[in-house]
């Protein structure tokens, strides 16, 4: 492990709120240790252009309330196949880069993984994103202002619902992961939510619903993950339709709505931990690794368990999501 003297800093994937005030933490802590910093723009696509920047203290000022990212994000297929690292991974060594700092979530460590396992390219991973899928910590940056995105539009949605006597069926984000559906639903109070990881089988569905209707609501709310067997809202209510032809039936789409916006308290000093700490792991010696935090403390976790090993929802929270619903 070479010494660190110049850090490069990328965003990349799906943006989430809060990954500024990670840039922002990893840039004032990287200057505090003397160490220069680079940002690299539009993720994997712009290593592999050389779209390089020079940051300073002054780059990151008035960014920590700021949603999205400073650096851009891009997909990049060219990132996906071996020259496209190759190009990468020179770019990185042509500009003095020692270590990379990889802000994102599974698809931005499995690049990372492949730049250190085929070119020796040291990177720690800040957790950022809002499906707060990745192992090694309890929480990922955008997480939390998601969730409050995601509750005040069903708050909105519950009072119409109400008034009209309807059957709300809305969509939250998650294809692979019921976190932000699991817990919008708690906290909006929903009959029902539908989870990748659980009751996406319709005969279940029917079932569930069912007992809903028996309680003599006057209006239903249910929750549904983008992912799953359902294949989403949408298709979800084309299957119901028949079957519940008597209810005045809705669906919404959140979609996009859940990465914008400015980050919740919650998320800023999230991000400001972990930007902090993914300088000082480097600075210490750990390469191809993420930090997160766990319990509250700072946890040091090799990238590859972070994308390879699935991470659990709280099935406490799906037991009393039943209960209170």
């Known amino acids: 492990m070479k010494t660190i003297k110049r850090i490069g800093v990328f965003t990349s994937g799906g943006d989430s709120p809060g990954m500024n005030a990670a840039v ?13 910093v680079v940002g690299i723009r539009y993720g994997y696509q712009g290593m592999i252009k050389g779209d390089f920047v020079e940051m300073d203290g002054s780059s990151v000022s008035n960014i920590i309330q700021q949603g999205g990212t400073i650096l851009k994000s891009a997909r990049s297929d060219e990132f996906r196949t071996v020259e496209g690292r190759q190009k990468a991974a020179q ?24 730049l250190n396992e085929e070119h020796n390219v040291q990177v720690v991973g800040i957790p950022g994103t809002i499906d707060n899928d990745l192992s090694g910590t309890d929480e990922t940056i955008g997480y939390d202002t998601a969730l409050n995105t995601a509750m005040e539009a069903i708050d909105k949605i519950r009072d119409t619902a109400d008034a009209h006597e309807r059957l709300f069926l809305v969509e939250v984000m ?58 989403g809202a ?19 789409i959140l979609g996009h709505i859940q990465r914008g916006g400015s980050p919740t308290a919650r998320d800023r000093v999230l991000a400001s931990r972990l930007g902090y700490a993914a300088v000082n792991a480097l600075v210490d010696g750990h390469t191809n690794a993420m930090v997160g935090v766990i319990n509250n403390e700072i946890k040091i976790t090799p990238i590859k368990n972070t994308w390879s090993k699935k991470k659990s929802i709280n099935y406490e929270l799906l037991d009393l999501a039943k209960t209170l619903s």
């Open 174 to 231: 998650g294809r692979e992961a019921g976190f932000i559906a699991l817990e919008t639903g708690i906290a909006g109070g929903a009959e029902l939510i539908i989870l990748p990881e659980t009751l996406n089988n319709l005969t279940d569905i029917k079932a569930n619903l069912n007992e809903v209707f028996r309680a003599q609501r006057r209006s239903s709310l249910v929750i549904v993950a983008e992912g799953g067997q359902t294949g």
């Open 24 to 36: 922002r933490a990893v840039v004032r802590t990287a200057r505090a240790n003397d160490l220069s």
């Open 234 to 252: 949408y298709k979800l209510g084309e299957d119901l339709k028949e079957d519940y032809s008597k209810f005045e039936m809705r669906v919404c």
């Open 91 to 114: 770019n990185v060594l042509d500009a003095g880069i020692d270590a990379l700092i990889a802000i994102g979530g599974d698809g931005t460590f499995q690049g990372a993984t492949k």
